[in-house]
Structures are given as C-alpha cells and as structure tokens.
T-cell receptor, first 116, second 114 residues
Framework: AQKITQTQPGMFVQEKEAVTLDCTYD???????LFWYKQPSSGEMIFLIY??????QNATEGRYSLNFQKARKSANLVISASQLGDSAMYFC?????????????FGQGTRLTINP | KAGVTQTPRYLIKTRGQQVTLSCSPI?????VSWYQQTPGQGLQFLFE???????NKGNFPGRFSGRQFSNSRSEMNVSTLELGDSALYLC?????????????FGPGTRLLVL
C-alpha cells in the first residue's frame, strides 16, 4: 500500500518569504503521480501542482514549484514570495491505481500560517 | 467550465437518520470519487465510480453506499447515522481516473450528526 508522510503539522512564515512544505512517500509502483492541494478554512480542496514519476523536470505552477527527489522519495512543495492568502492546510497526495481502481492517498497535512 | 458542485453544503441530522449527498462532476468527467475528512482520521477514501460502476471502495461499513447516474452525477448515502459520521464529505472528479489525471474537488458537504 502507498503511504504519504507530512512531518510538519504546522508552519509559521513571514509574508514574502519562501516556504518549503515536506512530503515523503512510499510506493513500489514505478508509475505514480503526486499532487499537492490547498484547503482554506472554507473546506474546498484546491489543486496546486502535479508531478508524474516519469517527468524529467520538476513541476512549476506560478509561485508553486515541486522539489521532486525520486531517489529519496520526496516531493516537497515550495511556495515563493508567500502571501497572506496562502494561509491554509496543505495536503500532499498520491494516486493509487490497482487493476484500474483508483483512489488518492493523502498525508496528514501541514497548516501554514503567513504572518504580516 | 463549471467546477465540481456538491449539495447540500451543510446538513444537520440526528442519530439513526439517513442522508443523501449529491455531487455533479465537471462536464466531461466520468470518474467521481468520494472522501470523508475528520479531524481524527484525516482524509479517507470512500469509493470511486466510473461509468455508473463502482470501481473501488474504501474501508467503510455497509451503511455507506453510493451510485452514479448516466450523466456522471453521483450520490452517496449514509444510513443509520452515528455521531462519528460527522465530517466534511468531499467529492472529486476526473476524466477517466487514470494515474496521470488530476482530481478536482468540490466545496464539500459538512455533515453534523447530533
């Protein structure tokens, strides 16, 4: 079974600073996909960025980038120039597919607080 | 293109009652998944539907059931509600549910069982 570990329950960062949220994963499947989602207090899960296991380059989406280190099985999210609106829960997830049946396996999340 | 919609957004029920939650996926998406989120257990997978067929089911009791209609809309039902069923229920959709696709989530339904 696949497993996602997020070791930072909470992080506090000053506005405009960069922040790295850690995520490590465990899977025996050579083909997998890793996702990061943001969940504000409203509850909706907002997709941020995706990294495929065979992607040659680290994924980037605006201020978000993924530091993908396959050998270490880590997929850390980097947010550059943090903003007050970045305060939220952040979840790392992996898609698990077994015989065509799929589900997302989530980590426990990291609560990010941006201080003015 | 409209996102994933879920109704109702908030729900209060009492123990023993049953509840039905609805999810409309993004147009063209045929895979719909349901997740339960609680402070204690985090995000847990309930089930996934594709073309009206349940392809995968999480480790939940039989009180939790679902279905998908021909237009890809999905419903989940919880019978004989328990206090522990209080949670945020999230629905997500993707084109066909393959490994490389992104799942897009709806705003969720907050269920409170009294």
């Amino acid at each position: 079974a696949q497993k996602i570990t997020q070791t930072q329950p909470g992080m506090f960062v000053q506005e405009k600073e960069a922040v790295t949220l850690d995520c490590t994963y465990d899977t025996s499947d050579p083909s997998y996909g890793l996702f990061w989602y943001k969940q504000p207090s409203s509850g909706e899960m907002i997709f941020l960025i995706y990294q495929g296991s065979y992607d040659q380059q680290n994924a980037t989406e605006g201020r978000y980038s993924l530091n993908f280190q396959k050998a270490r099985k880590s997929a850390n999210l980097v947010i550059s120039a943090s903003q007050l609106g970045d305060s939220a829960m952040y979840f790392c997830a992996m898609r698990e597919v077994i015989q065509g049946a799929q589900k997302l396996v989530f980590g426990q999340g990291t609560r990010l607080t941006i201080n003015p | 293109k409209a996102g994933v919609t879920q109704t109702p957004r908030y729900l209060i029920k009492t123990r023993g009652q049953q509840v039905t939650l609805s999810c409309s996926p993004i147009s063209g998406h045929r895979s719909v998944s349901w997740y339960q989120q609680t402070p204690g257990q985090g995000l847990q997978f309930l089930f996934e539907y594709f073309s009206e067929t349940q392809r995968n089911k999480g480790n939940f009791p039989g009180r939790f059931s679902g279905r998908q209609f021909s237009n890809s809309r999905s419903e989940m039902n919880v019978s004989t509600l328990e206090l522990g069923d209080s949670a945020l229920y999230l629905c997500a959709s993707s084109l066909s549910g393959t490994q490389q696709e992104t799942q897009y989530f709806g705003p969720g339904t907050r269920l409170l069982v009294l």
